[in-house]
């Protein structure tokens, strides 16, 4: 089944609706979607790496952009969304305590969450409902996830088809890992 996955997002790769895809992936994951935009970017390039550097502007620009949704959300609908979130990661209580904080450090935890496995759209949203500086979370954002995915892009680019071999020999370990950061992630948020 992950093989049978796995070769459909590299035919899903070919395809001309491939950056369409990713840029979906990637807005959503910035402000709701659970999983990362990664699970197409690696595929996308290692199919096409001549576009390695537009696949990644596709993937950054959108990432900002669902991000800004994120940002949206936390401002103007945190009661219906933002706080159950919180709840139920064991937070609500701390909410005021920690927006105090979270606007000292904003860009930071912006710039960490942004380049990390980290769920973005957690940050995204708590940017929102702080208001943190709509000008520093901006930047703060394009810093990241330009980061996060131009060394993705740039090293698959670079060291590509060993890269590729490795993944195609070890897909269900990698597959492993990345459930592991991706559960990890959201463990995480209860002991912050």
């Known amino acids: 089944m992950l093989r049978g996955l796995y070769n459909y997002t590299l035919r899903l790769a070919e ?40 696949i990644a502007t596709v993937c950054l620009v959108s990432s ?24 139920f990661y064991g937070k609500g209580a701390y909410f005021d305590q920690f927006a105090a ?20 759209k957690v940050i995204t949203i708590m940017s929102g409902a702080t208001a943190l500086n709509l000008p520093v979370f901006i930047a703060a954002s394009i810093v990241a996830r330009g980061l996060r995915f131009f060394i993705v892009a740039a090293l698959l680019w670079k ?27 959201f463990v995480g948020l209860k002991y912050l």
């Open 15 to 54: 395809s001309p609706y491939a950056l369409w895809a990713l840029a979906i992936v990637s807005f959503a994951e910035s402000s709701f979607f659970p999983i990362p935009p990664d699970v197409l970017l690696i595929p996308l390039i290692l199919a096409r790496p001549n576009r390695a550097f537009l």
């Open 64 to 87: 900002v952009l669902g991000g800004l949704l994120g940002y949206y959300i936390g401002a103007q609908l945190f009661d219906v969304i933002g706080k159950p979130m919180l709840e």
């Open 101 to 120: 904080k979270y606007n000292d450090y904003g860009a930071w935890v912006v710039l960490i969450a942004g380049v990390t496995p980290f769920p973005f």
């Open 159 to 185: 060291y590509g088809e060993p890269i590729r071999d490795f993944i195609e020999r070890r897909l269900g370990l990698l597959f492993a890992i990345f459930i592991v950061l991706l559960v990890g992630s």
